[in-house]
């Protein structure tokens, strides 16, 4: 079996160089191709679901853009949108592009001082808020607030003055196109590839978070190219949770109107796995850690089990591993293993999969590295996880493995029009039409980001193999120098231990100008319960089991074996294990569960200069 290669790929360049001019104009030509078809569901509130088309997403999308027009919005204003993922998200977003506006993204969690921040940087001239909650937030700072003309609560009372509701934004929509129906087609025809579409405030680990400027031409481009490969297709069912607030979401969020496939929102995490079984997705993006989870509760539900179970379904990961392994390697499993695994199918792995819904054809991974240990195992199952790469400064999709050419510990090759470079130092360097025009009103980081050719910065350092796949192997600025002059990439570290501990979500690894490396490990609390409740330790609240010593035994053994894997100078000389889970209510990870090394690293400096005493 001969390895595909990038050039090898079929592409259709058309769909790329006859896009859209903007995503308001995609949008209406899809609403104008298949009106019928299912665009979105969503939570009906009462355990069912509610299915809208085309058509009537986009007469609630005219209403609502024509609200923002009659409040005087003008071609490029900005609007700051603050809610989770949900229905009235889609339609607020793509409400304020056909109005002319650009959507200025805000993470509900994001706590008010950092709100206001955003929502003043921005010169957002309108709010729209999720609840109540959202609301109080802009209250505390409105002073501050200079620019806010009005904000717009889709859960909640108005106050008959700064603040009005979802439905009174469409009263004001529907009266000013009872006076002039074509105000928001004529808009819409004002908006050029170069108009500001959206701005994106990096998750900040130090310092203030950088407004990433992205154009309407940037996300026509990203739907685009997707679409010239057939990544996906009309007949395609997402499942959207991700948060919309983030690039990987809203990438997810624009391709679907460019396809013309139906997409299932419901941000409410702990819904995933339930939801899929209801809503049977195709396909799902998620952040590594969900497949973390869902790996390692499977494993344990079998540790769980016993007996004869357990040992079949050991056998028929076994197979299906060496099957996924051989097609790796480009060559044709043994005749043996190709039977066995029909057997494991049918004994083991559709019962894993009708867990996911039974249809997903793949998922997709992106905001961290996956660990190959998870990947291997999804694939062995049978539902490949593509894995892929970019940053909110590339509009997300700028790498990603194809479900034909998936090469497990890649992120693959680079979507259709978009090239990669590594530099002297090792750095990814980005160029191509979803690379952003700058960071807003930040012309010096701007400058430092993005050379005048176009080659964005990343920031990552990766290499690319002879088939053309790109692999990061860590972020720049966390490789560390011990004091014996060897470097250390702490991520690529914490990738490998994922896939040994399941009851760890996130090693932390440390040793900057010190003789030996040490670890704080974080341990994944539904896990870890599990397994304490199957080794005598039921009874301990969570922040006692992590000071137990069978729980350090287990962790122990564990990095015994992840230093098996590394170069004496990596290698975990001592750990200790926090006392708590990392959250992003807390500060320790990003709203996209991207671990925020450098503050967990600071809140927990005393345990770290503990274990070098």
Known sequence: ??????????????????????????????????????????????????????????????????????????????????????????????????????TTTVYPTTNAPDVAFIVENSGSRVVIAEDDTQVAKLTEHRSELSAVEKVVVIDGPGDGDWVITFDELEQLGRKLLDDNSSVVMDRIHQLEPHHLATVIYTSGTTGRPKGVRLPHSAW?????????????????LQYLWLPLSHVFGKVLLTIPIQIGHATAVDGRVDKIVDNLAVVKPTFMGAAPRIFEKAHARVEAMMEDEGGAKKKIFDWAIGVG???????????????????????????????????????????????????????????AVGIPVLEGYGLTETSAASVVNRPYANRIGTVGWP?????????????????????????????????????????????????????????ITDRKKDMFKTSQGKYVAPASIASMFKGISPQSA????????????????????????DWAQHNGLGGLSFAEITRHERTHDLIS?????????????????????????????????????????KVVVDTFADSIGRLYE
């Not at 665009?39 to 299915?51: C, E, H, I, Q, Y």
């Not at 026509?220 to 395609?236: K, M, P």
């Not at 010190?514 to 870890?528: G, H, I, M, R, W």
Request: hydrophobic letters at 40%; glycine letters at 8%; one cysteine or more.
């Open 1 to 102: 079996m001969t390895p595909m290669r990038a050039s090898d790929e079929k592409v259709d360049h058309a769909k790329i160089e006859n896009r859209a001019p903007s995503v308001a104009r995609l949008f209406i030509d899809r609403v104008t191709r298949t009106p019928d078809a299912e665009a979105f569901r969503f939570p009906d509130g009462a355990g069912g679901w509610t299915s809208v088309t085309w058509e009537q997403t986009g007469d609630r999308v005219r209403l609502l853009a024509a609200g923002l027009l009659a409040l005087g919005l003008d071609v490029e204003d900005r609007v700051a949108l603050a809610s989770s993922t949900r229905y009235e998200w889609v339609l607020a977003d793509l409400a304020v592009m056909c109005a002319g506006g650009a």
């Open 415 to 471: 979507t259709p029009g978009t090239e990669i470079r590594i530099a002297e130092d090792g750095e990814v360097l980005i160029k191509g039409p979803g690379v952003m025009t700058g960071y807003h009103n930040r012309p010096e980081a701007t400058a430092e980001a993005l050379e005048s050719d176009g080659w964005f910065h990343t920031g990552d350092i990766g290499d690319i193999d002879a088939d053309g796949f790109l692999r």
């Open 321 to 379: 591993v060496r099957v996924s392994q051989a097609q790796q390697e480009h060559r044709s499993p043994g005749v043996l293993d190709s039977i066995q695994r029909q057997l494991a199918d049918r004994l083991v792995f559709s019962t894993i999969r009708e867990r996911f819904g039974g249809r997903l054809r793949f998922f997709i991974s992106g905001s961290a590295a996956l660990n190959t240990d998870v990947a291997q195992w999804f694939d």
């Open 557 to 597: 053994r564990h990095i015994d074996e992840l230093n098996l894997q590394l170069n004496r100078w990596e290698q975990i000389k001592k750990f200790t294990i926090l006392d708590r889970e990392l959250t992003v209510e807390q500060g320790d990870l990003t709203p996209s569960m991207k671990l925020r090394r």
């Open 220 to 236: 026509t481009y990203e739907a685009a190219a997707v679409d010239s490969i057939g990544l996906v297709g009309a007949d395609d």
């Open 506 to 529: 996130e090693i932390i690894v440390h040793g900057e100008g010190k003789p030996y490396c040490v670890a704080l490990v974080a341990l994944d609390a539904e896990s870890t319960t």
